[in-house]
């Protein structure tokens, strides 16, 4: 009986940590209406009459793919932690929402494709950046739970900076009609992903003082991620039919990296942001530690 209840309850955890992954990654995209975009690829597709898929699909929408992908991976593991304190069952619930959500996807766009260069080559960039993006969600998850200090809080930058994307993404569901709030978020990423840096590091502390390589992990991935989205943004955008000669690709491909570059230079963004969230951080790891001290010395008394 009680292994039973056992089983019952594992899988129940899988069960709600998959849905909930899904249905938390995807949420930008259902708010937007889940269709299928236009697009050469699939050119039988009229304008707001595509087939519903699970995740973010068309070539405009590749960041966003990748991003709630990696959130698919993210959030079940997290949450079957919180519930189980096991990775496990989260672990499978992730594969299970990933399995459903990416076949339904593939299986949709695949089919409209028509055979040409262009639409296979944009089909297997949505499996292979789907796949990728889940497996580097799972790994940070289970590093953010149970990994050292250090990579703990390396992790947790990761997704600090992911979730600050998916924001932006919820927030602009409809690019056509954009608020003056909407506008203010948007301008405004930079210091919102500082402020979140910000609680990962004071969280996170600077003891033992290995956490440290923590807080320099935090900072290159918050800076490289979202420079590699601005790439992967810019492939999407200017892809057209999805460049069907090898001269086409090679150019697509040599002009992404020119964008990578060009994010990455310390020249082109701001680097106060990440330098007041250094500073905002320690401050609040002293005040963590303090906090904690003296609730040790009472608890003493």
């Given at each position: ?23 938390a990654a995807a949420l930008p995209w ?105 497996l580097v969600g799972l790994v940070v ?161």
């Open positions: 009986m009680s292994s039973s209840s056992s089983l019952l309850r594992g899988t129940a955890v899988v069960l709600v940590a998959g849905s909930l992954g899904w249905l259902l708010l937007e209406g889940g269709r299928l975009p236009i697009s050469s690829a699939w050119p039988s597709v009229v304008p707001d009459a595509g087939p519903w898929v699970a995740l973010p699909a068309g070539e405009h929408r590749l960041s966003a793919l990748l991003v709630t992908c990696g959130l698919v991976g993210v959030v079940p593991v997290v949450v079957g932690h919180l519930l189980r304190r096991s990775l496990w069952p989260g672990v499978a619930g992730a594969l299970v929402a990933a399995t459903l959500s990416i076949g339904d996807t593939w299986r949709t766009i695949d089919s409209l494709s028509g055979g040409s260069r262009g639409a296979e080559l944009l089909v297997a960039a949505h499996l292979g950046l789907a796949l990728l993006g889940l998850a289970i590093a953010s739970c149970r990994g050292p200090r250090w990579l703990r809080t390396t992790a947790r930058g990761a997704v600090a900076t992911v979730l600050v994307s998916w924001v932006l993404d919820l927030v602009v569901t409809d690019p056509i009609s954009i608020s003056g709030w909407q506008t203010w978020v948007i301008a405004h990423q930079q210091h919102l992903l500082a402020a979140v840096l910000a609680v990962v590091l004071a969280v996170a502390g600077w003891r033992p003082l290995t956490t440290l390589l923590g807080w320099l992990g935090a900072l290159a991935v918050v800076w490289v991620i979202p420079a590699g989205l601005t790439a992967l943004t810019y492939l999407g955008s200017y892809a057209g039919g999805w460049a069907s000669t090898s001269a086409g690709q090679s150019e697509l491909v040599d002009g992404a990296l020119d964008v990578l570059r060009a994010a990455l230079d310390p020249t082109n963004r701001p680097v106060w942001p990440l330098a007041a969230a250094l500073v905002a951080g320690a401050g609040g790891a002293a005040v963590l530690a303090l906090v904690r001290s003296r609730r040790a010395g009472t608890a003493a008394l």
